[in-house]
Antibody
Framework: QVQMVQSGGGVVQPGRSLRLSCAAS????????IHWVRQAPGKGLEWVAV????????YYTDSVKGRFTISRDNSKNTVYLHMNSLRLEDTAVYYC?????????????WGQGTLVTVSS | DIQMTQSPSTLSASVGDRVTITCRAS??????LAWFQQKAGKAPKLLIY???TLESGVPSRFSGSGAGTEFTLTITNLQPDDFATYYC????????FGQGTKVEIK
């Protein structure tokens, strides 16, 4: 069955870096785009970034451009979110989710989420 | 950027009720709209995509309708497992979620 297992969250000071991982199994990973979506404590969902199936196209929400980088290793069925220059407002549960295409394609499976807390 | 506005923010209902949640887009998104259910501490679960297509395995008491800028999620015969928060999401241009509707026990 489809599984997306996340790791890498934790507590980090403002300005520091963190890398999240999303390891997939149970489907043809290299055929799917992968998104990151976050949810601040008690708040709604916010799309963060997406990477195409072959890694050639990447898009970000404005608030993380220049600070976050999404990447993937199709040989390891894993997507990463490299987060630099973290801010207090980046505190959230981060989810990875797959879609068949970048565009016009629903998010049909999600990881379990990982909490990132930015605090001094 | 496309804004998504859900109403109501909170909905109180009883088991067996029929409930409707509305989602409005700030511009035409054709039918590129999904509905998700989220329970506390869990990842969102896809219920409906392309405005009205039921995701595999989702009970038929969930249905979606609408096109353009106005959409609805309807749950008929509300069950205890349905008390949760529901989000709409547009994926016509970038990706934006509504602010959520919490369905609570009356």
């Amino acid at each position: 069955q489809v599984q997306m297992v996340q790791s890498g969250g934790g507590v980090v000071q403002p300005g520091r870096s963190l890398r999240l991982s999303c390891a997939a199994s149970g489907f043809r990973f290299h055929n799917y785009a992968i998104h990151w979506v976050r949810q601040a404590p008690g708040k709604g969902l916010e799309w963060v970034a997406v990477i195409s199936s072959d890694g050639t196209n990447r898009y970000y929400t404005d608030s993380v451009k220049g600070r976050f980088t999404i990447s993937r290793d199709n040989s390891k069925n894993t997507v990463y979110l490299h987060m630099n220059s973290l801010r207090l407002e980046d505190t959230a549960v981060y989810y990875c989710a797959r879609s068949e295409w970048i565009y016009s394609s629903q998010f049909d499976h999600w990881g379990q989420g990982t909490l990132v807390t930015v605090s001094s | 950027d496309i804004q998504m506005t859900q109403s109501p923010s909170t909905l109180s209902a009883s088991v067996g009720d029929r409930v409707t949640i509305t989602c409005r887009a700030s511009q035409n998104i054709i039918n590129w709209l999904a509905w998700f259910q989220q329970k506390a501490g869990k990842a969102p679960k896809l219920l409906i995509y392309q405005a009205s297509t039921l995701e595999s395995g989702v009970p038929s008491r969930f249905s979606g309708s609408g096109a353009g800028t106005e959409f609805t999620l309807t749950i008929t015969n509300l069950q205890p497992d349905d008390f949760a928060t529901y989000y709409c999401q547009q994926y016509e241009s970038s990706w934006t979620f509504g602010q959520g509707t919490k369905v609570e026990i009356k």
